[in-house]
């Protein structure tokens, strides 16, 4: 497998503050990121896919003004929800791939809750 | 487009049981197929893979997963059952134009001692 790093782990921030969330790949160098979040006890939904250097496609339904996404090596993908308000509290997942038809590796997640 | 359906959302087996998550496909070519695990407080981990080739796939931790094109199936087994694998399973379609996972409901596992 590979190791994907997500930092911070967890964070609690006021509404209408933003927040940013590093995912790191660690041991190879990811063409491809993904961001996904998960409600409790839901399964995931995938938000956006991020290519290193291009802008981020995200899925319908998505706001990309809202969460935005910067993939600027190929090994770090941040994404910043901006203006958070408590409808934001997920918990947030990186992934990391070498590209179209690989596998996907995980990060442990960062679990965001906006009071 | 391809897809996936897992037709139990919650299974429970004994210690030392044998297990068999069911997975079915619908798709024209031969998928890319994936089972991930979501282990309690820990990230999705990559159990196994289908591409091409052998249809029988030996995953991590002791799972194999069978790809039966006749019966549009990739069911997860394991021989005998632990009690830390009680975890979320997702059998995943992958996407070779986008590489894309989309995420089903998964099979909630229950191991009792």
């Known amino acids: 497998g590979a190791v994907v790093s997500q930092h911070p782990s967890w964070v609690i921030c006021k509404s209408g503050t933003s927040v940013k969330i590093e995912c790191r790949s660690l041991?190879?160098?990811?063409?491809?990121m993904f961001w996904y979040r998960q409600f409790p006890k839901q399964s995931l939904m995938l938000m956006a896919t991020?290519?290193?250097?291009?802008?981020?496609?995200?899925e319908q339904g998505v706001e990309k003004d809202k969460f935005l996404i910067n993939h600027a090596s190929l090994t770090l993908s941040t994404l910043t929800v901006t203006s958070a308000h408590p409808e934001d509290s997920s918990f947030y997942i990186c992934s990391v791939s070498r590209g179209r038809g690989y596998e996907q590796y995980f990060g442990p997640g960062t679990r965001l809750t906006v009071t | 487009a391809q897809s996936v359906t897992q037709p139990d959302i919650h299974i429970t087996v004994s210690e030392g049981a044998s297990l068999e998550l069911r997975c079915n496909y619908s798709y024209g070519a031969t998928p890319y197929l994936f089972w991930y695990v979501q282990s309690p407080g820990q990230g999705l981990q990559l159990l196994l893979k289908?591409?091409?080739?052998?249809?029988l796939v030996q995953g991590i931790k002791g799972f194999e997963a069978e790809f039966k094109r006749s019966q549009s199936s990739f069911n997860l087994r394991k021989p005998s059952v632990h009690w830390s694998d009680a975890a979320e399973y997702f059998c995943?379609?992958?996407?070779?134009?986008?590489?894309?996972?989309?995420f089903g409901q998964g099979t909630t596992l229950q191991v009792k001692p």
């Open positions: 991020s290519n290193e250097g291009s802008k981020a496609t995200y």
């Open positions: 995943i379609p992958g996407s070779s134009n986008t590489g894309k996972l989309i």
């Open positions: 041991d190879f160098q990811a063409t491809t």
């Open positions: 289908y591409f091409s080739g052998d249809t």
